[in-house]
């Protein structure tokens, strides 16, 4: 079977919920038995509870559509659903769709989960040296030119997109008009005044930055400049865009 990217949906004939998902350089038939598989194994995801609950042959799988570009199967994925209506509690979709969490809100209960037990595992000393100097995963470690080359090719060809920088700038933006109150503020001075002051492992190292970067043109970001979304460098008297 030849792989592409597509758009599928999943309807259960019990209950005429569905679920509507996206799959890059796969098949239908690939995602089906995943989907099944990862039941199987016990996930805890909203759509698999449902396939252990009614069986896997009480759903049926269709193609809605196939891409020929990786860009175009958030936008489409998002209209899927909202056009059969598969989100939660009318279907299995918890999300509006597309990669990421578009549209979940965790609700009162599910904040203050995450907030104990976040503070639970910091203030074990053993999972904070895990995350911490030199057993920290980036220890001394630094991306290669190639690696940095692709990850600036993937963020320009995403800022191209006219829908994703509506979603991503001004009053779209998730943060947008957001402050922190003085109550938040607070919390979060008091949870980290074991590491501030003379106790910050950066205490006093900021003269590394300065012999880095005492001359101005040595800054990486020296001579940039943003026009219209759009990253200009200045060569002469001319801004040239960036490539």
């Known amino acids: 079977m030849k792989n592409y990217h597509f758009i ?3 309807l259960c004939m019990k209950n005429s919920k569905g679920y509507v998902g996206q799959k890059q350089n796969s098949n239908l038939q690939f995602q089906k038995e995943f989907h099944e598989w990862c039941a199987l194994k016990g996930s805890q995801k909203y759509f698999h509870r449902a396939i252990r609950k009614y069986g896997k042959r009480a759903f049926k799988w269709k193609l809605l559509c196939k891409c020929y570009k990786i860009e175009c199967l958030d936008d489409r994925e998002i209209y899927w ?3 059969l209506k ?7 979709n918890i999300v509006d769709g597309g990669r990421g969490n578009r549209g979940w809100k965790p609700n009162k209960e599910c904040k203050e989960k995450n907030r104990k037990s976040h503070i639970k595992w910091w203030k074990d000393l053993e999972n904070r040296e895990k995350c911490c100097g030199k057993n920290h995963h980036m220890w001394n470690k630094q991306h290669t ?22 979603r991503n700038t001004g009053k779209n933006h998730w943060n947008y008009n957001r402050h922190h109150s003085k109550k938040t503020r607070k919390k979060m001075s008091d949870n980290h005044a074991d590491i501030c002051g003379k106790k910050n492992p950066m205490y006093k190292k900021g003269y590394i930055l ?11 970001m020296f001579g940039r400049r943003k026009i ?8 002469g008297n001319k801004m040239m865009r960036l490539k």
Do not use: M
């Open 86 to 92: 598969t989100k939660r509690p009318f279907g299995y």
């Open 81 to 83: 659903i909202k056009k």
């Open 228 to 235: 219209n979304g759009i990253w200009h460098r200045k060569v």
């Open 145 to 166: 030119i190639e690696s940095k080359k692709k990850n600036s090719k993937s963020q320009r060809r995403k800022w191209r997109n006219p829908e994703y920088r509506k």
């Open 210 to 220: 300065k012999r880095l970067f005492k001359d101005p043109k040595n800054h990486p």
């Open 8 to 10: 599928y949906y999943a």
